[in-house]
């Protein structure tokens, strides 16, 4: 990451498990805006993330 220096509105991170995902989305300012434990789904995670998409940088860690 020594070449990646944008900033974003939001940050996501994701835990994942084999049945489930952890979420947590913090805002420029590092306020937690959401912390949710849902299903290891592809529909309940792009449902979870949709009113952050227009700016918003994942990280996961498996």
């Known amino acids: 990451m ?4 944008s900033t974003h ?3 996501c991170g994701i835990d994942l498990h ?3 995902l952890y979420v947590c989305i913090l805002d420029q300012q590092g ?4 912390h949710k434990e849902i299903k290891a789904r592809p529909e ?3 449902t979870l993330l949709e009113p952050f998409r227009d700016d918003l940088v994942v990280g996961v860690e498996c």
């Not at 306020?31 to 959401?34: D, G, H, I, K, R």
């Open 2 to 5: 020594n070449f990646y220096h």
């Open 18 to 20: 084999a049945r489930s």
């Open 31 to 34: 306020e937690v805006l959401l």
């Open 9 to 11: 509105r939001h940050y």
């Open 44 to 46: 309940p995670l792009l």
